[in-house]
C-alpha cells in the first residue's frame, strides 16, 4: 500500500522555509548588535578612565598605573577567548 502526500505542495513549502530565513537572519543581526554595543560601550570606558584627570585644590588626579592597566586588558583579552 502506497501512502500519498496530501500536505502542502512544495511551493508552500519552500514559501514558510523563506520566512524561517528572514526570522534567521533578523535573529542573527540583533544578536550580533546585541554582541558589539557592549564592546563599543567597554572601549569607550577605557578611553575615559585612560584620559581622565582631575584637578582640584589638594591637586590632581591621574590614572598612571599602566602595567596593571595591561595586565587587565591581557586578562579579559584571555577570557574572551575561551
Known sequence: ????????????????????????????????MLRLVPVALCVSALVVMLKNTQTNDYGSLS???????????????SCTRF
Do not use: Q, W
Not at 500500500?1 to 522555509?17: F, H, I, L, Q, Y
Open 1 to 32: 500500500m502506497e501512502k500519498k502526500d496530501e500536505g502542502n505542495p512544495p511551493m508552500a513549502v519552500t514559501g514558510s522555509r523563506d520566512e524561517n530565513e528572514d526570522v534567521k537572519s533578523t535573529m542573527r543581526t540583533a544578536e550580533t
Open 63 to 77: 590614572y598612571s598605573d599602566l602595567g596593571a592597566f595591561r595586565y587587565f586588558i591581557f586578562c579579559a583579552f
